[in-house]
């Protein structure tokens, strides 16, 4: 499942550079074993160790290497990968490439790869528009290598124009794009709902819960990286959303409700990972109410969604999940059944060093027809994994796992 595809990300000497070390970082998120080769100039704005220790390997650097070293990094440090990303890639870089110049180790191994090539140019707007850098960028486009922005912004030097790298969620997207790994959801719909309430009392005040919302955009970010179509539903989140995820705020159970409706026909995949919040004031002060000895606070009953929704259901696949503090599995099953679901996701909420918060958890995923998945502590984005695993296997004709409910259309 964890697929470990080797890329190589080339840093030349721009600005730029700064945000080679979020493009590592976010690459590595996808299960990508990620090697940074560097320019001496790229060194000037960012240094190896920061490669090094975000990536855990070595940095390919310039120069030759020391007695007793690898005698031919600029061979071997390439080899395997499925793709190499330029990024930042300077007007040197792409003029070198763009010519057969190898006059150093990173221009050297360029050289030695056949891996595909993509480049994220960053410089001057004039630099960017001069006819031998658009005449070395048609060379390499029709050498076979893809070109990602550059964006049209403000650039370093103050001036505003064409040049600027394109933003780092683009330039992840199209290399995963490129590398066409495991695109198992690809054209899916796929709703995810995320995040605790926020059910209002007053203008100040309101009735929440814990969820983090971390398990959610887990999902929604591996269902993107699969293919999907991905819609994230938000209540209240403890962490950012994910930019390049369509997002819809729903921090009550009503807009919720309104919001999973609306787009639920039109989904193939609907995944409850939200801790909707059962309860609401039974009316809502539009002033804010004055401190009082006590306060006996009216609730009613908010909708069940999922219920709901599986009521509805044609060829929808539902996934919901359960909070459970005695007797988790037992009272998981039981909430599948009740409320129709295909599949639920069971975490013990007594334990504090998973679940509500936390990077980690360790859950009981039950599928309707009986079989129990039980995968050791692991973290939000591989359980994230396994979920959708599941759920690619449902649409791709698991009709054991559906039961009797639902049927395909
Ligand atoms: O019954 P319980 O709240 O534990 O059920 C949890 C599952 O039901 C979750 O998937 C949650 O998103 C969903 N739910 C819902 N509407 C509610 C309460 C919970 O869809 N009002």
């Known amino acids: 499942m964890m697929s470990k595809t080797k890329i190589v990300l080339a840093v030349t000497g721009s600005v730029a550079a700064y945000k080679s070390a979020e493009i590592a970082r976010r690459l590595m998120d996808e299960s990508l074993s990620v090697h940074v080769a560097m320019t001496a100039n790229a060194e000037k704005f960012i240094t190896p160790l920061t490669f090094a220790a975000l990536t855990g390997n070595h940095v390919l650097r310039h120069g030759y290497p020391a007695p007793g070293d690898d005698p031919m990094p600029h061979i071997t440090f390439q080899r395997g990968a ?23 180790m990173l221009s050297s191994m360029l050289m030695a790869s056949d891996a595909p090539v993509l480049v994220a140019p960053a410089m001057n707007a004039n630099m960017y528009n001069h006819p031998s850098v658009r005449k070395n960028i048609e060379t390499l486009k029709q050498l076979g290598a893809g070109f990602i922005g ?21 330039i992840v997207s199209q290399v995963l794009d490129r590398l066409d790994l495991g695109r198992d959801l690809l054209g899916r719909k796929i709703l995810v709902t995320a995040g605790g309430a926020r059910e209002p009392i007053d203008p100040v005040r309101f009735i929440g819960n ?20 991905v819609t994230l539903v938000a209540g209240a989140m403890e962490i950012p ?62 909708p069940d969604i999922i219920a709901k929704m599986c009521a509805l259901r044609n060829k929808q696949i539902v996934v919901g999940f359960a909070a459970e503090t005695d007797n988790a599995e037992k009272s998981g099953r039981e909430k ?12 013990d909420v007594s334990r504090d060093d998973i679940g509500f918060g936390s990077d980690y958890n360790e859950v009981v995923i039950i599928t309707r027809s009986g079989e129990t998945i039980k995968p050791q502590k692991m973290s939000k984005r591989e359980i994230g994994e396994i979920i959708l695993d599941r759920i690619a296997g449902m649409l791709t004709g698991g009709y054991g796992d559906r039961g009797l409910v639902g049927g395909r259309t």
Request: aromatic share 2%; charged share 25%; glycine share 8%.
């Open 82 to 104: 499925s793709l190499i990303l330029i990024a930042p890639a300077t007007a040197n870089i792409i003029g070198k490439l763009a010519n057969g110049i190898a006059d150093d």
């Open 150 to 170: 550059p964006a049209t912004g403000e650039l370093a030097c103050g001036e505003t124009g064409e040049g600027k790298m394109e933003r780092v969620e683009n």
């Open 336 to 347: 599948l059944l009740r409320k129709n679901m295909d599949m639920i996701v069971v975490n």
């Open 241 to 302: 959303v994910p930019e390049d995820i369509e997002t819809i705020y729903a921090p009550t159970a009503l807009e919720m409700m309104r919001t999973v409706q609306e787009r639920f026909t039109d989904s193939d995949v609907l995944v409850m990972a939200a801790a909707v919040g059962d309860y609401r004031a039974r009316s809502v002060a539009s002033g804010k109410i004055k401190e009082k000895e006590s306060w006996d606070l009216s609730l009613v009953r908010n």
């Open 210 to 229: 814990r969820s983090s919302g971390k398990m959610g955009v887990a999902i929604a970010q591996a269902a993107a990286r699969r293919g999907a179509d």
